[in-house]
């Protein structure tokens, strides 16, 4: 998960809204909340929640630092609903923290670290685009740093108890049941807040609202949650193997928290974040105490609110098992919902669909913090970018009547490998075997369809007949024996066949704008748009488990040499269109280069293909 940075963009070049006077407010509008309060007059003020916890042990209760920009009718009467943005990214920093080793010559290490000791930098609140658009529509945006974070007290913790606790005390004091103080110590009241509150960011600080949700607190109606996360172990961890997001190897909790560390004095934290190091157990990475503490999809049956979810299917950083495990605990619980899933990686709404997102998000705030009667809840439940700016509807996700089909493993007609992906069974005693080599990457061993290699198995397809997608979560199932120093099994699940794909959702050099501009604190964004390139294949969902968890992610039970066991697997959700003529693969190999750690070369599998298949989720 990646540090925010503040964004630079043109002056605003949009409509400039001018002071009106409102005959009632905003919220009794017919056709939903209007423009029509000054952002240029509106209030701005900085203020310190006082929280329960004592995150930094230092007697004092820590107190969280929130920017808060509202109407100035606000100063008049007028009461409105607040949006709050929740996040660790406000707080400036040049201090990076250094990854932790990939590559295991023992055990896993941990990077040494110390506190950044150079002058406090500061808080920055430019990048929010929620003032900009909503404030002069009648509601407060509120910038809220977390605990340790900009000009807060506290420890960050990757939203463990306390992180979460403090940041439940903004909502808390919006309903009048917390306090908040002026820099000079003076108590000041939300008197403006008609209580309804809104929750809204991506990445961390779409995480943090879902975790301030677990908590079932007064006042907190809605959530958007881009790119959020319901458990952190899904993030680092897979099936008790340590895996990091991609882009990021050697990240882990502890990091997170470190970086992010960007609070005055922040030497008085070095204790917490040494704890976390230990904690978090990057040598087993089973499922422990701190990884329960946050895992907050299984507390989320205490919300009684809404949750409007957006993801990006090719995001390796906060992968699609995150917004699944987060989809998945809203309907067990019945929790109103809708989700977006866009053809970009870690991408904003805001940049994929511009003013439709905008429209939407603006429906839904209305709807449930202004109860307007608006058609927001009549439109499909799931919308898919099915190809760039062209969007699919569902009912739910994974696409209803989506059915599982097992394919199997099976040795080559003319030589054992490359296998054959088949929905026959491979022939009895069949085995087949690699050795590990945690120096090559993952596309290296996709390549050469037509070819054998040392390091992995790879089982094909016969062209597809038909365009067919999958929908849901595959799941493969190996039955090997694993001999050597990693402990890891991986897959890859590829699509095989020259075409033009998406890379990334790239900016361009022209602007958009969406609201006033006042200062540096910009209403106006780079447009973005989708760069394609061909290639011959690509990587479709990739899984990963540590053998020594073959039976649960929270016990690691040591394997025997030589013995045969059987590993059964979730890869990583996917909605993904196959073509007609392209071919399905399957690739077995032990280090995933990106995402795993690297063991010591030589680890051997052998694999019986009469007890390995893989089972997958196609619809249309």
């Not at 230990?278 to 422990?288: C, L």
Request: aromatic share 10%; glycine share 10%; proline share 6%.
């Amino acid at each position: 998960m990646k540090i925010m940075r503040v964004l630079t963009m043109a002056g605003f070049a949009g409509l400039l809204l001018t002071s009106t006077a409102v005959a009632a407010p905003a919220q009794v509008a017919s056709r939903g909340t209007e423009p029509v309060y000054d952002y240029t007059q509106a209030i701005r003020e900085q203020v310190y929640v006082e929280t329960p916890v004592d995150s930094d042990r230092d007697g004092k209760k820590d107190r969280l630092s929130v920017y808060v920009v509202r109407p100035k009718e606000t100063d008049g009467g007028l009461k409105v609903a607040s949006i709050v943005e929740p996040s660790p990214y406000f707080g400036l920093t040049d201090a990076p923290a250094d990854y932790h080793p990939a590559d295991v010559t023992d055990v896993p290490g941990i990077a040494p670290w110390s506190p950044p000791t150079g002058a406090w930098q500061g808080a920055n609140y430019d990048r929010v685009y929620y003032d900009n658009y909503f404030v002069p529509r009648g509601y407060a945006v509120l910038s809220a740093n977390t605990l340790g974070t900009g000009d807060s007290d506290g420890c960050p913790s990757a939203i463990g108890t306390e992180e979460k606790l403090g940041m439940k005390t903004v909502v808390e004091w919006l309903t009048g049941d917390a306090k908040a103080f002026t820099s000079g110590g003076k108590e000041i009241k939300a008197s403006w807040s008609t209580g309804n509150v809104a929750m809204a960011g991506k990445s961390y600080d779409g995480t943090l609202p879902v975790a301030v949700a677990s908590t079932g607190v007064k006042g907190l109606k809605t959530v958007v949650s881009i790119s959020g996360i319901a458990s952190w172990y899904s993030y680092y961890r897979a099936n008790g193997a340590v895996v990091s997001p991609g882009g990021f190897v050697g990240e882990d909790a502890d990091l997170h928290a470190k970086v992010v560390l960007t609070r005055k004095n922040p030497e008085v934290c070095a204790p917490e974040m040494h704890e976390m190091e230990k904690a978090m157990d990057r040598v087993s990475g089973d499922y422990t105490a701190f990884w329960k503490e946050r895992n907050f999809a299984k507390d989320l049956g205490n919300f009684h609110g809404s949750v409007f979810q957006v993801a990006g299917i090719n995001d390796w950083n906060v992968k699609p098992k995150n917004f699944t495990d987060l989809w998945d605990a809203l309907g067990r619980n019945d929790i109103k919902r809708k989700l977006w899933i866009h053809q970009g990686a870690h991408d904003d709404p805001l940049y994929v669909a511009e003013q439709a997102w905008l429209d939407t998000v603006h429906k839904w705030f209305d709807h449930e913090l202004y109860g307007i009667d608006n058609d927001v809840m009549r439109q499909p439940r799931v919308r898919f970018e099915t190809a760039p700016g062209q969007w699919a509807n569902y009912r739910d996700w994974p696409e209803p009547g989506a059915r599982d089909v097992t394919l199997r493993f099976k040795a080559g007609d003319k030589a054992p490998q490359p296998g054959v992906l088949t929905a026959g069974w491979p022939g009895f005693g069949q085995r087949q075997g690699f050795v590990d080599d945690p120096a090559r990457s993952a596309d290296s061993l996709v390549a050469g369809v037509g070819q054998a290699d040392p390091n992995r198995l790879l089982y094909v397809s016969d062209p597809l007949p038909k365009d067919v997608r999958i929908s849901g979560t595959p799941e493969i199932t190996v039955r090997a024996s694993v001999d050597g120093k990693s402990p890891y099994l991986s897959a890859l699940l590829v699509d095989y066949g020259k075409d033009t794909r998406i890379t990334e959702l790239k900016a361009t050099t022209e602007n958009w704008c969406f609201g006033p501009t006042v200062g540096t604190d910009t209403g106006c964004r780079a447009k973005r748009q989708y760069a394609t390139a061909e290639s011959d294949f690509q990587v479709v969902s990739r899984g990963w488990m540590d053998v020594r968890n073959r039976d649960s992610a929270s016990v690691t039970e040591p394997i025997k040499p030589g013995r045969q066991y059987d590993f059964t697997w979730q890869m990583e959700p996917r909605q993904y269109q196959l073509k007609a003529g392209h071919r399905l693969g399957v690739v077995l190999l032990v280090t995933d280069h990106d995402y795993t750690l690297r063991y010591p070369a030589g680890t051997k599998i052998s694999a019986s293909l009469l007890g390995s298949s893989i089972r997958i989720p196609f619809a249309g």
